[in-house]
């Protein structure tokens, strides 16, 4: 059973992209990537299923991308695994070329894989941001110590994690421009014929795929620097557990991570650290006299 794209196309009428001064610098694209098999039965777009319309390889390849892009931009496009090589065929033809990847590894609660997934050969925990660059433009300094993978938990059918926002300002400039957006985000211009707020999105939500935080902490070496979405996903889970009870010493213990490193990201959550020791019992308090 393999996984291809059909090439016949049935997208007449597809509006305009947005347009603005000197073109966009970091471009985001989720393309509604039509798969086909003998049945058609996992397809999208298929009655049974109708999660959302879908396009042929050469509609999305003839979008007019690297016309509304900075002469020096860059690109964040998701690709199935099943279609790599359409995937760079289609960031080759919007004016970029490849440079690297991002993986999403699908996570349980627990941090364990998601083998909910579905795939030709094997169960599918990942999917690819292809990462490509129009011109000549290096990341911004946060991605010095940004690594290539984002571990959330997934959402409803064919979402892509939020975290993908706060990856991709740090380390790309603005403006943005989302293409194929299904949401709104603030300091976004979308492009997408469900991104406008009114709408709902045809994907349907499914029983235990709400999102929310992984309940584990990242292993990090005694030096290892976090990037800033990493270090604010941390502390959050830092501030969670302690403002519950466990002490300073505890999330030590429990993460793996210092006692300093512990109280920097608590800081960082906003949390005003308790007294050190045992609070006092009110016949130890002084008496003023």
Not at 188 to 197: A, F, K, R, V
Request: hydrophobic content about 35%; proline content about 8%; glycine content about 8%.
């Amino acid at each position: 059973m393999t996984a291809s794209i059909d090439t016949v196309s049935d997208i007449p009428d597809i509006a305009p992209l947005p347009v603005i001064a000197d073109g966009f610098q970091t471009v985001l694209a989720d393309p509604p990537w039509r798969f086909t098999n003998r049945t058609g039965k996992v397809a999208p777009e298929h009655r049974r299923l109708d999660r959302y319309s879908t396009m042929d390889l050469e509609s999305i390849k003839s979008l007019p991308v690297a016309d509304v892009t900075a002469s020096n931009a860059h690109l964040y496009l998701w690709v199935p695994n099943a279609l790599l090589p359409e995937g760079l065929q289609v960031l080759q033809s919007w004016g970029f070329r490849y440079v690297s990847n991002i993986v999403w590894a699908k996570r349980r609660k627990d941090g364990g894989p998601d083998g909910r997934g579905v795939g030709f050969y094997f169960r599918n925990v990942t999917e690819l941001i292809l990462f490509g660059v129009k011109g000549s433009m290096r990341t911004l300094p946060p991605a010095r110590s940004t690594v290539n993978m984002l571990e959330t938990r997934k959402r409803e059918h064919s979402r892509k994690p939020d975290e993908q926002y706060d990856l991709i300002e740090s380390c790309s400039p603005g403006p943005y421009l989302e293409l194929f957006a299904r949401y709104t985000h603030p300091g976004w211009t979308t492009w997408g014929n469900e991104s406008d707020d009114s709408i709902d999105p045809r994907g349907k939500k499914h029983r235990g795929y709400t999102g929310g935080e992984i309940s584990y902490l990242p292993t990090l070496e005694p030096n290892q620097r976090m990037s800033a979405w990493l270090t604010e996903r941390v502390a959050r889970i830092l501030v969670e557990e302690y403002e519950s009870g466990s002490s300073v010493q505890q999330l030590a213990d429990q993460s793996g991570y210092s006692i300093a490193r512990v109280r920097t990201l608590l800081a960082k959550g906003g949390v005003k650290l308790r007294g050190r020791g045992r609070p006092r019992k009110p016949e130890d308090t002084p008496k003023v006299t």
